[in-house]
């Protein structure tokens, strides 16, 4: 009996041998690195081709204010008194007195408030050497003829990656954030065509 275990034990671990070397067989259709995942298994994103969803949460809050005074003041007040080479040359003598006076204050004042909220999942298109992650995601809204898009690109470390497998936008490195539309709405807010292009050139030529 125990000779019969060890014998189909045996039979076993040689089956399983070769079915690994099976598996890494070039052109097998299974690829043990690309799962299938366990149910216990960590599902965030660890390689080119997983997705990773991005919590894009920006705000914009600047405030600068600058002050400059400058103030200068002269004064030259001077008078011939005594003049002994010609005492008779000038019935009043000479004098010249000058004053002058600059001043120049400044205050520039620049306040600018934003915020862009939205949810988007993006795919790991690329790992670099020390284990961080290239991600790049793009979506698409088409509402009749009005097109909104969305896309998203950045690097992010796996250990920021959440155990629900997204991401904040505030964490992700070289982060480029880009919100687009066209169509007939996004045409009535903007200036376009030659009405636009008058309208930049005279702004760029009025002086004041």
Same mark, same amino acid.
């Given at each position: 009996?125990?000779?019969?275990?060890?014998?189909?034990?045996?039979?076993?671990?040689?089956?399983?041998?070769?079915?690994?070397?099976?598996?890494?067989?070039?052109?097998?259709?299974?690829?043990?690195?690309?799962?299938?995942?366990?149910?216990?298994?960590?599902?965030?994103?660890?390689?080119?081709?997983?997705?990773?969803?991005?919590?894009?949460?920006?705000?914009?809050?600047?405030?600068?204010?600058?002050?400059?005074?400058?103030?200068?003041?002269?004064?030259?007040?001077?008078?011939?008194?005594?003049?002994?080479?010609?005492?008779?040359?000038?019935?009043?003598?000479?004098? #010249? @007195?000058? *004053?002058?006076?600059?001043?120049?204050?400044? $205050?520039? +004042?620049?306040?600018?408030? %934003?915020? =862009?909220?939205?949810?988007?999942?993006?795919?790991?298109?690329?790992?670099?050497?020390?284990?961080?992650?290239?991600?790049?995601?793009?979506?698409?809204?088409?509402?009749?003829?009005?097109?909104?898009?969305?896309?998203?690109?950045?690097?992010?470390?796996?250990?920021?990656?959440?155990?629900?497998?997204?991401?904040?936008?505030?964490?992700?490195?070289?982060?480029? #954030? @880009?919100? *687009?539309?066209?169509?007939?709405?996004?045409? $009535?807010? +903007?200036?376009?065509?030659? %009405?636009? =292009?008058?309208?930049?050139?005279?702004?760029?030529?009025?002086?004041?």
């Amino acid at each position: 009996m125990k000779h019969l275990v060890h014998t189909i034990l045996a039979a076993t671990l040689v089956v399983g041998i070769a079915d690994a070397r099976v598996q890494e067989r070039r052109g097998s259709i299974y690829d043990p690195d690309a799962g299938p995942f366990g149910l216990v298994a960590n599902k965030t994103a660890t390689r080119p081709g997983d997705l990773v969803t991005v919590l894009i949460q920006e705000s914009q809050d600047l405030k600068n204010e600058e002050k400059s005074d400058l103030k200068t003041q002269k004064a030259l007040d001077t008078a011939l008194t005594n003049f002994d080479i010609a005492p008779d040359a000038f019935s009043t003598l000479p004098s #010249v @007195s000058s *004053s002058t006076n600059n001043t120049f204050a400044g $205050t520039a +004042n620049y306040e600018k408030k %934003g915020n =862009f909220t939205a949810r988007l999942t993006a795919m790991v298109v690329d790992a670099l050497p020390n284990g961080n992650l290239v991600i790049s995601g793009r979506r698409e809204i088409r509402i009749d003829q009005e097109v909104k898009v969305i896309e998203f690109s950045g690097v992010v470390r796996r250990y920021d990656i959440t155990a629900a497998n997204t991401i904040e936008s505030e964490l992700v490195a070289n982060a480029r #954030v @880009s919100y *687009s539309g066209s169509g007939p709405l996004t045409r $009535t807010t +903007n200036r376009h065509g030659l %009405g636009g =292009f008058l309208h930049d050139a005279f702004i760029w030529l009025w002086p004041f």
